[in-house]
């Protein structure tokens, strides 16, 4: 499992895969990245440590992920990363966070004390398919909304069931509300939910402005961060 990397291409940083308690939603019915959970509080630590040793500060810019929350990291982790960006001079942090912790969000970003983008996961602008099909729980009722707590909406494209209307309404929004936004084509993994070969060949024919954008990362395989396995 690779958990340190730099990201050299559009906004530069390092990034780190940490290890985190289990999700609190763990109930979307495309994931299983939740494997990397562990509940052994001092086994995350350790490996926690371990990564962020690796940090050098050398953008000024550092991406922390885990396969949960931010905020389902150990505490001393948390402090670990604060004070990482003191040691590294770190300007920008880069974190994630599931809607259910919405109203934590303006605490998270006063505890840092620097600039903070917050990704969320919603794999797509469609309520009925993300909350229903993909069971994601993020149940904002506007893009309005939305922007009050997160600054950054990763998306999934090439999920069987997704057209090209809805991929391309996503893609509109992203680009009219968003100046930073992660763009995903799903990989088949142990679930039920399926790739779909011929939309993502769609995509990648119609879209290569907004794949090439600067605003916006793309990876059309998740371990395209140098992360993961």
Known sequence: ??????ITNKCKREIVLLKARPCCWSKCTFCDYIDDNSSCEEEN?????????????????????????IFELPNKTITRIKDIINEKNIHTLFVESH??????????????????????????????FRNVILNKN???????????????????????GQNKE?????????????????????????TMIKKDE?????????????????RYDFLHDPTDFGIGE
């Open 138 to 160: 993020a149940t904002f009722t506007s893009i309005e909304e939305l922007k009050q707590y997160f600054d950054s909406p990763c998306l999934m494209v090439g999920i069987k």
């Open 1 to 6: 499992m690779e958990r340190y990397s730099e």
């Open 166 to 190: 809805m991929i391309s309404n996503d893609m509109e929004i992203l680009a009219k509300n968003f100046s930073h936004g992660t763009i995903s084509i799903y990989r088949n993994n142990s």
């Open 99 to 128: 809607w259910l912790y919405y109203k934590k969000i303006q605490a998270l970003r006063s505890y840092f004390g620097i600039h903070v983008i917050v990704k969320i996961g919603i794999e797509t602008f469609d309520d009925y």
């Open 198 to 214: 011929t939309m993502v060949k769609w995509f990648i024919n119609t879209y290569q402005d907004i794949i090439k954008d600067p």
């Open 45 to 69: 630590i350790k490996i926690n440590d371990a990564v962020l040793n690796k940090v050098t500060g050398k953008y000024g810019v550092l991406e922390v992920i885990d396969s949960a929350s």
